[in-house]
């Protein structure tokens, strides 16, 4: 079996995207930090930092799916870089 390595381009800054889209995801659906720490079993403070920092603080993949059930969004949805939303 010959194994060869394959090139990939791997997005460096993906939780800067996924941070931008929890902060968007939320606003439209008229969510406040607060409750949707309250939802998710996390602290406000968390839930600030994670859309503020822009991608310094992570959060693991169970909050995340947890953020995105209460969001209404698919997981993928959160690793979206859209520009034209900026």
Known sequence: MVTFR?????EDDYWVTI??????FRAE????QE???V???KS????????????EIHCSFD????ISVVLNHK?????????DDD
């Open 29 to 32: 659906a008229k969510i406040t």
């Open 44 to 55: 406000y403070d968390f839930i600030r930092r994670l859309e503020f920092r822009h991608g």
């Open 35 to 37: 409750q949707l720490a």
């Open 39 to 41: 939802d998710v079993g």
């Open 75 to 83: 997981i993928d949805d959160f690793l979206d870089d859209d520009e």
């Open 63 to 66: 909050t995340l799916y947890k």
């Open 6 to 10: 394959r090139d990939f381009e791997f």
């Open 19 to 24: 941070s931008k889209n929890i902060k968007k």
